[in-house]
């Protein structure tokens, strides 16, 4: 089971790998864009502050803009993985990568079938979008993590699914539940996990009690 930062923030990275719980990081073009600064400077950074997988995504919609990209990309550092959108393009670019030892983790996935092909195609980890499935009514987790993993597990596929696009804690506990290997959390929602008003209520009560005996 392991989490990964969905976020291209540097101070977002360091704080959260600060509290001992990321084994990775995911980014997109969207979150590139928002942090507005030098992408492969901003990869390189975070590629030396988290020690596990870090996923960037180029813009190339053919075949061959796909391989030169992420043939480019894969040199900024020893541990990314190449974001190819699931397309028959990008089929074809993830096959050609991976003779080539570049791991891939194919991206922008809605359906089960997608995780299959991408897997055959040789990507090391598929990326189904459960929030933005969620977003237009279909339960996400339901229709894609379940199904996947089952097809997984049945056939000892070795791709890694990576939950993605996750708006709450109850989506990631909903993606563990469901088996899936990874999940790709925004900060927010990875900060918003760790609170229940009953600690926080125990912690004032305990203080409480001790200083109410020996009062610092
Ligand atoms: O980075 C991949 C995925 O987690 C993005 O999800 O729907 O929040 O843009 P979304």
Same mark, same amino acid.
């Given at each position: 089971?392991?989490?990964?930062?969905?976020?291209?923030?540097?101070?977002?990275?360091?704080?959260?790998?600060?509290?001992?719980?990321?084994?990775?990081?995911?980014?997109?073009?969207?979150?590139?864009?928002?942090?507005?600064?030098?992408?492969?400077?901003?990869?390189?950074?975070?590629?030396?502050?988290?020690?596990?997988?870090?996923?960037?995504?180029?813009?190339?919609?053919?075949?061959?803009?796909?391989?030169?990209?992420?043939?480019?990309?894969?040199?900024?550092?020893?541990?990314?993985?190449?974001?190819?959108?699931?397309?028959?393009?990008?089929?074809?670019?993830?096959?050609?990568?991976?003779?080539?030892?570049?791991?891939?983790? &194919?991206?922008? %996935?809605?359906? @089960? *079938?997608?995780?299959?092909?991408?897997? /055959? +195609? !040789?990507?090391?980890? =598929?990326?189904?979008?459960?929030?933005?499935?969620?977003?237009?009514?279909?339960?996400?987790?339901?229709?894609?993590?379940?199904?996947?993993?089952?097809?997984?597990?049945?056939?000892?596929?070795?791709?890694?699914?990576? &939950?993605?696009? %996750?708006?709450? @804690? *109850?989506?990631?506990?909903?993606?563990? /539940? +469901? !088996?899936?290997?990874? =999940?790709?959390?925004?900060?927010?929602?990875?900060?918003?996990?760790?609170?229940?008003?009953?600690?926080?209520?125990?912690?004032?009560?305990?203080?409480?009690?001790?200083?109410?005996?020996?009062?610092?």
């Amino acid at each position: 089971m392991k989490f990964f930062l969905d976020t291209a923030n540097i101070d977002e990275i360091k704080k959260a790998v600060s509290w001992g719980v990321i084994d990775g990081v995911t980014t997109n073009p969207t979150l590139m864009a928002k942090e507005g600064k030098d992408v492969k400077e901003t990869i390189q950074r975070i590629a030396e502050i988290v020690k596990g997988p870090v996923s960037v995504e180029g813009i190339g919609q053919t075949k061959e803009d796909m391989v030169i990209e992420a043939q480019e990309m894969n040199k900024w550092a020893e541990n990314l993985v190449i974001k190819i959108p699931t397309t028959w393009e990008g089929m074809e670019a993830i096959k050609v990568l991976s003779k080539e030892g570049i791991k891939t983790n &194919a991206t922008l %996935i809605f359906s @089960p *079938l997608q995780c299959v092909l991408a897997a /055959k +195609a !040789g990507a090391n980890y =598929v990326s189904p979008f459960i929030g933005r499935l969620n977003d237009v009514g279909q339960d996400g987790t339901e229709t894609l993590i379940e199904d996947t993993v089952t097809i997984f597990r049945k056939h000892g596929v070795q791709t890694e699914i990576i &939950a993605a696009s %996750i708006r709450t @804690p *109850l989506d990631v506990l909903r993606v563990l /539940k +469901a !088996g899936s290997h990874i =999940v790709t959390i925004p900060f927010a929602v990875l900060e918003k996990m760790i609170s229940h008003p009953l600690t926080e209520k125990g912690i004032g009560q305990f203080l409480a009690d001790w200083n109410s005996r020996f009062s610092l």
